[in-house]
């Protein structure tokens, strides 16, 4: 009885592809056989990008494992409500017979067609080859070739796809117009962003490829580009040609160049002092006074949650725009200062599980981006609801990936708890799928605290930091610097919930070494605790111990990274 559900859900999948299936065996050689050669581009998705393939939700990404051959290979992030069909268009000639085939892994992966043949196979442990063939129409002269999952049936890898036969395009000779208006949008000490007016084509334009000096380092099919990985401080030259699907290539458009920031070894360029306030509870202090006594500039506001099913709101009752919380973001910014919002935390009704799909939790991330017009978001992922879950892991990875994209300049946040020796389980796995999912996280922050009292809180956070870094370099393939760069810390003031002891002078030598490693960010919970009450234990609005009125802030402050 226990495999009854499986079953159903392979003979409703027999039934939906019943006809295809009929199709793949009872094809027809007609005159125009193919001639051996694969025309999709990028079919081994070696490039280390996803373009000229275009995938469904943002919900495709190129990882190194595992893959079929060579060291690439594609994922598709399935979810409830999208199986993340990756699709590529090529010139193909009419009447033709063509082979497409494919190595595949995953619960119920599809290769097929658009219009005609496709096929299926189920393999969750090991690559599968799919292979199918099909004929073009009289007077086709395109084709579309796609691979997906299937819904809520988990990740699926496809690599070595490949479409035998003649290359097509017919008469079209004419190469696309030449891009406009190159320029550089952005940099860091590791990146440089690129954009340009598109070229037009009589057929289409279906990908840019993207040189620096003589050499082609991306390919997309958009009109604009980060390119990674460079040396800082460094001059580099870049150009762009349009190709359209016939093969014909541009010429090269004007050149840019462009020097890298100095740095040790690249980063995101993002620094942040930011606090936790707390408006909910815990007698708030006036937010302007205390930037005016200490120096602060940033305060991370707590906490966006759910006001029923995928709808934001603070503490999931207070509205986004109107109310007092805006008027105290208003009153930061008046005085020079930011704020950025922190989404879950530890209790609470929280978008996460509520919203139905990335989609979904993407907009209502947007509608608190648009709220503010923000240039970061942190969201704070704990407790079983959401850190210890899988699919509301993927589901926050994918709508972060989702806003950065439709929000350029964003800076987005990751805040979890952590072991005294680095992430758990679940914080690997959390790392892992930001890197299978292209994610593009900017800040990792940890949560040095409650390890279970009497911890040494300035070694113990030394050390979590420390396995954080090194569980980022092996995963991104970052150096020591690099790594330091998407870090951040946030600790707790004065006693923890467990009765672990932060003094003073303890998140000095903590903010020192930040500043000495380079890391990219620096908070603790609250500003509203940053007020004495000797042995008064854990409270909402004071820290426990004996400190002068905003002292942790004050520190908190000299954080310059």
């Known amino acids: 009885m226990r495999n009854q559900p499986l079953r159903r859900l392979r003979r409703r999948l027999l039934a939906l592809l019943g006809s295809a299936a009929l199709a793949v065996t009872g094809a027809v050689v007609l005159p125009g056989t193919a001639h051996a050669a694969n025309v999709l581009s990028n079919a081994g998705f070696e490039s280390g990008g996803l373009s000229p393939w275009s995938c469904t939700g943002n919900l495709g990404s190129v990882v190194s494992s595992p893959v079929h051959g060579g060291s690439k ?26 082979t497409l085939s494919g190595w595949v892994r995953g619960s119920y992966v599809y290769l097929g067609v658009n219009g005609g043949a ?70 860091t000490s590791s990146s440089v962003s690129l954009a340009w007016n598109a070229s037009t084509d009589n057929v289409g334009v279906t990908a840019y490829d993207i040189y620096r000096g003589s050499s082609q380092v991306l390919s997309v099919s958009g009109t604009s580009a980060t390119v990674s990985g460079l040396s800082p401080s460094t001059s580099h030259t870049f150009t762009v040609k349009a190709r359209d699907a016939a093969g014909n290539v541009s010429a090269a458009s004007n050149a840019v160049t462009v020097t890298t920031d100095a ?64 008027s105290v973001i208003n009153s930061i910014r008046s005085a020079g200062g930011d704020i950025v919002p922190s989404i879950g935390g530890w209790s609470g009704n929280k978008l996460g599980p509520n919203c139905s799909s990335a989609q979904a939790l993407a907009g209502a991330y947007q509608k608190v981006i648009d709220a503010y017009g923000l240039k970061a978001i942190d969201v704070d992922i704990e407790n079983t609801d959401e850190f210890e879950n899988a699919t509301v892991q993927d589901r926050i990875l994918n709508a972060l990936k989702i806003v ?31 890197k299978a999912l292209n994610a593009d996280i900017d800040v990792f922050t940890i949560m040095p605290f409650d390890f279970g009292g009497g911890a040494d809180m300035y070694g113990n956070t030394v050390n979590a930091t420390e396995g954080l870094k090194n569980k980022l370099k092996s995963t991104f393939g970052w150096d020591d610097a690099t790594a330091y760069a998407h870090i951040g810390i946030s600790g707790m003031n004065g006693l923890s919930d467990q009765q672990e002891l932060t003094s003073p002078a303890i998140w000095t030598q903590i903010r020192d070494w930040a500043n000495s490693h ?22 909402s609005n ?18 310059t990274g």
């Open 73 to 98: 290979a594609l994922a598709g992030a399935v979810s409830s409500s999208d199986i993340a069909q990756c699709s590529q268009t090529v010139a193909v000639q009419p009447n033709t017979v063509y």
């Open 118 to 187: 496709s096929t299926w196979t189920s393999s969750p442990s090991a690559y599968s080859r799919l292979s199918l063939s099909f004929t073009t129409g009289a007077s086709q002269t395109s084709a579309t070739v796609y691979v997906h999952g299937w819904y809520a049936q988990g990740t699926y890898y496809a690599d070595d796809i490949s479409l035998d036969g003649p290359g097509g395009g017919g008469s079209d000779s004419q190469a696309p117009t030449v891009p406009g208006s190159l320029r550089s949008t952005g940099k």
């Open 263 to 326: 740095g040790g070894g690249g980063g995101t360029g993002f620094k942040q002092a930011a606090p936790y306030l707390y408006l909910g509870w815990g007698d708030p202090p006036s937010a302007t006074s205390v930037m005016s006594a200490t120096g602060i500039k940033w305060f991370t506001m707590a906490f966006i949650l759910s006001s029923g099913g995928c709808n934001p709101a603070w503490d999931g009752q207070r509205p986004l725009t109107g109310g007092n919380d805006q």
């Open 404 to 434: 950065k994209a439709n929000n350029p300049g964003l800076r987005t946040v990751l805040t979890f708890g952590t072991s005294t020796t680095g992430p758990t389980y679940w914080g690997n796995r959390l790392i892992e799928q930001a």
């Open 518 to 539: 380079h890391i990219a960010r620096l908070a603790f919970w609250s500003v509203n605790r940053d007020r004495p009450c000797p042995g008064g234990g854990v409270t």
């Open 542 to 559: 004071c820290s426990g111990i004996s400190q002068s009125n905003s002292q942790f802030t004050s520190i908190t402050a000299g954080f």
